[in-house]
C-alpha cells in the first residue's frame, strides 16, 4: 500500500523492504526538506512536452507501469547532490538524475530501473552561473534550458554571441549534451563544444576535469582538457556520475545568415546527393548539420491528423503523400534539403553558388525561393534553429496519429550514396512490413552521417506500441548487420543497441563494466542506462 493519497500503488525498488524504504524516504526528506522529496503515488500524467512529467515515460513503448520512479527528489546544490548520493549507498536504492526529463523519444525522465528515485536537478539547480563575453563561453547548472540561455545572452544585450540549440529548445543544455545530442548551427556538435565538468561521483567524491582541477585557474571553459588523461568522455551517455556544471563554448555572431532549401524529385536522387554533399560538407561550404528531409515530413510538420491524408490500413502510400504535397507551397518533392550560410553577403554568395551548381546537376533539382514561402511555413522555423534561437514547432509532426508519441532509430552511417540508400531501402521495408508510415531524415554531421526515423505511435494503442517496438528491433539487428550502429536510443533499447557494439567478445562492454564497478561498487547510479548494468544486477534478468 502506499503513503499518501493511496491512487495509485507506489513502485518500490527491487530487493528492500517496504518500511526500510519508507524509512529511507523519511530520512532523505529531513535531509533535503520534505517539500523536495516526492513519492510517486498519484496516477501517472502526461501532460505535453513544457508541462511533462518527470515520473515516468510520457511515450511508453512498454506497458505504462514499467519505467517508473519510486519518488523524485529535487537537490539545490552540488552537496545536497552528494548527499542523496551518499543516502543512496546507504540504503542501496537506485537514483535515476535528470537535467530538465525532456529527453522524449528516448525515455524522457523516465528511470531504466522500475522504482528508482529520480533526481530531477533541473527544478532548483538552474542558475547561469558565467556567461563570458570575451571569450565567448558560459558555466551553467543542469536545470538551464536552451530557451533560458538565449533569453539571459539577449536580455544581457550580448548580440554578438549565439548558442546553438537542438530541434526543440525547452530541453536542458547539459542533458542534451550528456547525451550527445546535436543542434544546426556551426557549434551543433554539442560535445565537442563543452569544456569542464563539475561531477558527483557515485560513492559521493566532487570532482572538476579539465582546468577545473587547477584551484585558481580562469581557463575552465576555454581548455577542455587539462592536464593527464582526458576524463570527460566516460561522463557522457553513460552512469558513472552526476554532473552539476558544464561550461559551454558560445559561437560569435557570423555577421549574417540566410537559409536555403531545394527540393529533389525522386527517392533515388538521394543516392547522388549525398555524394554532392559530402564534400562541400567536409570542406564548409555547407557549413551546419545538412538536413536532409523525406516529403512525408512536409505532410506531418502541418501538425494535422494523418487521418486527414489516409484513413486505410498500413502505412500511407507514396501517392497520396505525393498528392498533398504538390498543393503545398514548396510543391511536389522527395527529399527537402534544409540548410543555411553564414557571414556577409559577399562570403555567403561565394559559398551559395558553389552549392547550387553543385545540387543542379541532380535532374529535376529545385531551388525554392524563401520569398515564396508563408510565415508559419516549417521552413521558417528550421531557419530560427540554425541562427541558434530556440523553437518547438518541430513538436507538430507528433500530432500525425491520436495520443501521438515517437521513438527513434538513429544509425551512424559514412557520408556515401550506397550507404543512404541501403539504410533507406531497410527502414522502408521494415516500415511496410509493421504497416508504419517511415519518416526518413539525414542529419550529416561533418564526415559521418546519422539517419533519424522517428515512428510516430498511439501511445494508448497496446498493439501500435508493440508494431513500434518490434520494428525498431529489427531495424537495430539489420542495421548491425551491415555494419552500422545508433548514436543515441531510448531506455528500453539501451541493451539491444550496446550488444551490437561487440567487437572482440564484447571487449568494450566488459571495460564500461570493470569502470561501473570501480566507481560505484554499491551499483547505486542510473543501473543499466546505455546497457551498463552494475555487479549486483548483471545476469538477473534486467536487461531488455
Ligand atoms: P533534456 O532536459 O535535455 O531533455 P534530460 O534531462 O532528459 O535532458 O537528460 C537526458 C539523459 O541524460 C537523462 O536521461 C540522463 O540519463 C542523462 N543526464 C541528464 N542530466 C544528467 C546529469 N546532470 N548528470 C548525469 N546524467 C545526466
Not at 375 to 391: K, L, Q
Request: hydrophobic share 35%.
Amino acid at each position: 500500500k502506499s503513503p499518501g493519497t493511496g491512487q495509485r500503488l507506489l513502485v518500490i525498488p527491487q530487493g528492500i523492504e517496504q518500511a526500510r524504504f519508507f524509512q529511507a524516504i523519511e530520512e532523505l526528506g529531513q535531509t533535503l526538506g520534505v517539500e523536495n522529496v516526492e513519492v510517486n503515488d498519484k496516477p501517472l500524467v502526461d501532460g505535453w512536452y513544457m508541462e511533462h512529467p518527470n515520473t515516468h515515460d510520457m511515450m511508453p513503448i512498454l506497458d505504462d507501469e514499467e519505467l517508473v520512479a519510486s519518488a523524485v527528489v529535487y537537490p539545490s546544490d552540488t552537496e545536497e547532490v552528494q548527499k542523496i548520493v551518499l543516502w543512496a549507498n546507504k540504503y542501496r536504492v537506485p537514483i535515476f538524475p535528470i537535467s530538465m526529463g525532456r529527453n522524449l523519444g528516448y525515455g524522457g525522465a523516465a528511470p531504466r530501473v522500475r522504482g528508482s528515485v529520480v533526481i530531477d536537478l533541473g527544478k532548483r539547480m538552474n542558475r547561469i552561473l558565467d556567461i563570458n563575453p570575451d571569450d565567448y563561453t558560459c558555466l551553467v547548472e543542469p536545470g538551464v534550458s536552451f530557451y533560458a540561455l538565449y533569453e539571459t545572452i539577449q536580455a544581457k544585450g550580448y548580440k554578438h554571441m549565439w548558442i546553438d540549440t537542438p530541434d526543440l529548445g525547452g530541453g536542458s543544455v547539459v542533458g542534451n549534451t550528456l547525451d550527445r545530442g546535436v543542434g544546426y548551427t556551426p557549434y551543433g556538435d554539442h560535445w565537442a563544444c563543452h569544456s569542464g565538468l563539475e561531477v558527483v561521483l557515485p560513492t559521493g567524491e566532487v570532482i572538476r576535469t579539465g582546468m577545473g582541477a587547477l584551484p585558481g585557474n580562469s581557463t575552465w571553459q576555454t581548455f577542455p582538457y587539462g592536464f593527464g588523461p582526458y576524463s570527460d568522455g566516460i561522463f557522457s551517455q553513460s552512469n558513472f556520475g552526476i554532473v552539476t556544471k558544464m561550461g559551454m563554448t558560445l559561437m560569435p555572431n557570423p555577421g549574417g545568415y540566410e537559409s536555403f532549401m531545394y527540393a529533389f524529385e525522386k527517392d533515388e536522387d538521394l543516392e547522388a546527393l549525398i555524394e554532392i554533399i559530402r564534400p562541400l560538407r567536409i570542406g564548409s561550404i555547407l557549413e551546419n548539420v545538412a538536413q536532409v528531409r523525406h516529403v512525408i515530413q512536409t505532410l506531418a510538420v502541418k501538425g494535422r491528423l494523418r487521418t486527414n491524408y489516409f484513413t486505410g490500413d498500413g502505412a500511407i502510400p507514396e501517392e497520396i503523400v505525393h498528392e498533398h504535397a504538390r498543393k503545398m507551397p514548396v510543391g511536389d518533392h522527395s527529399w527537402l534539403y534544409y540548410g543555411m550560410s553564414y557571414g556577409p553577403e559577399h562570403i555567403r554568395k561565394y559559398k551559395l553558388d558553389i552549392i547550387d551548381k553543385e545540387f543542379r546537376k541532380i535532374p529535376g533539382a529545385r531551388r525554392i525561393d524563401p520569398k515564396t514561402l508563408p510565415e508559419d511555413e516549417y521552413f521558417w522555423s528550421r531557419d530560427r534553429i540554425a541562427a541558434g534561437v530556440p523553437d518547438l514547432v518541430e513538436l507538430l509532426w507528433v500530432n500525425w496519429v491520436p495520443n501521438g508519441s515517437h521513438v527513434a532509430f538513429s544509425p551512424v552511417s559514412p557520408i556515401r550514396g550506397t550507404d543512404a540508400m541501403k539504410l533507406f531501402n531497410m527502414g522502408k521495408r521494415l516500415h511496410d512490413k509493421y504497416g508504419i508510415d517511415f519518416f526518413p531524415a539525414f542529419c550529416v554531421g561533418l564526415r559521418e552521417m546519422h539517419l533519424i526515423v522517428e515512428i510516430v505511435f498511439d501511445k494508448k494503442d497496446p498493439k501500435k506500441r508493440k508494431a513500434a517496438n518490434d520494428c525498431l528491433r529489427e531495424l537495430i539487428d539489420d542495421a548491425a548487420k551491415e555494419g552500422y550502429g545508433e548514436y543515441r536510443t531510448h531506455l528500453v533499447l539501451m541493451d539491444q543497441v550496446a550488444g551490437t557494439y561487440g567487437w572482440n567478445d564484447n571487449a568494450l562492454k566488459k571495460f564500461n563494466e570493470k569502470l561501473k564497478d570501480a566507481l560505484d561498487p554499491n551499483g547505486i547510479l542510473a543501473p543499466g542506462k546505455s546497457g551498463i548494468w552494475p555487479a549486483r544486477y548483471r545476469k538477473r534478468g534486467w536487461e531488455l
